[in-house]
C-alpha cells in the first residue's frame, strides 16, 4: 500500500490583482506518485505548488489530498535551502519535530536516521556555514523528511547546484522515493531532470495554467546515472521539449 496521498485539484484560479496566473486548472496527482511539474518561468508551477502546500489559497476552486493529510504529513523544500545559522546540522533536520513537540531524545534519534539516509551522518555537529551547498540543500531534504509526510513537494530544490552534485541528488531522492513511496510534486525548469526522476510529467501551457502535456514516462522505475546516457531517456526529454515549445 502506497504511504502517500492523492492530490484532487478542480476548477482552481489564482490571480494577482489583475493577472491571471491560473485561469481553470483540474488535476489528479495519485498516491504514492512521482510528478514532475514543467512550463515556462511565469506559468503557475509554483504558485500552484504553494497552493498545494497550503501556503496560499486559491481564488476560486479546491485542492484536496485524499485522505486529508495534516500539517506536518505535508513538507516543503524550496530552492533555498533555509537553514538557522545558529543550529547545528542536527538540530535543524529535527526542528520540524520540535515544533510537534516531540521529545528531544527522540527528536535527536529521528534527525540523526534522516540524515544518515541522506549520507550526513558524520555532519551532525556542523552548522550551515561549514557546508557546500549540495550539503545544505540535503540538511533541508532530511528536515522535510524526517516526520515521514506523506506528501513531499518541491520547487527547484537542485536548482543552484553544479550539475555533478544535481546528479548525485537527483538519484539520492529517486531512491528515497522508492524506499517511501510518499507522493512528490517536483516543480524544475530542467527537462533533463523532469525525464530522470519522475514517472509523470505534467507541461504547463505559458499562461492561465492550461496544461500542454499530460503523460507517463516508460523508464526503468530503479534510475542510476547510466540511464542519462541510455535513447530511452533521450526520447522522453525530446516529447517534453516539444510540449514545452508547442
Not at 132 to 138: F, Q, W
Not at 202 to 209: A, D, L, P, Q
Amino acid at each position: 500500500m502506497s504511504a502517500g496521498v492523492a492530490v484532487r485539484i478542480e476548477n482552481v484560479r489564482r490571480a494577482f490583482d489583475t493577472n491571471v496566473v491560473i485561469a481553470r486548472m483540474n488535476l489528479r496527482i495519485e498516491a504514492g506518485e512521482f510528478l514532475a511539474l514543467l512550463g515556462p518561468s511565469g506559468c503557475g508551477k509554483s504558485t500552484l505548488l504553494r497552493m498545494i502546500a497550503g501556503l496560499d489559497q486559491p481564488d476560486a476552486g479546491t485542492i484536496a489530498t485524499e485522505p486529508v493529510a495534516g500539517r506536518f504529513q505535508r513538507a516543503f523544500v524550496f530552492q533555498d535551502a533555509h537553514l538557522l545559522p545558529w543550529r547545528n546540522v542536527l538540530d535543524n533536520a529535527a526542528l520540524p519535530l520540535e515544533l510537534m513537540g516531540v521529545e528531544r531524545e527522540e527528536r535527536g534519534a529521528k534527525a540523526r536516521a534522516a540524515l544518515e539516509k541522506v549520507n550526513l551522518a558524520e555532519a551532525n555537529d556542523r552548522y550551515p556555514a561549514q557546508l557546500s551547498g549540495g550539503m545544505r540543500m540535503r540538511v533541508s531534504l532530511a528536515r522535510a523528511l524526517v516526520t515521514e509526510p506523506q506528501l513531499l513537494l518541491l520547487d527547484e530544490p537542485f536548482a543552484a547546484l553544479d550539475e555533478i552534485t544535481r546528479f548525485h541528488l537527483d538519484v539520492q531522492l529517486r531512491e528515497l522515493w522508492r524506499e517511501r513511496r510518499m507522493t512528490v510534486v517536483f516543480v524544475t525548469h530542467s527537462i533533463s531532470e523532469a525525464a530522470f526522476l519522475a514517472d509523470r510529467a505534467v507541461v504547463m501551457g505559458k499562461r492561465g495554467g492550461n496544461i500542454s502535456l499530460d503523460r507517463s514516462m516508460a523508464l526503468p522505475e530503479a534510475r542510476t546515472n547510466e540511464l542519462r546516457a541510455d535513447p530511452r531517456l533521450g526520447l522522453v526529454m525530446k516529447m517534453l521539449l516539444g510540449a514545452i515549445e508547442e
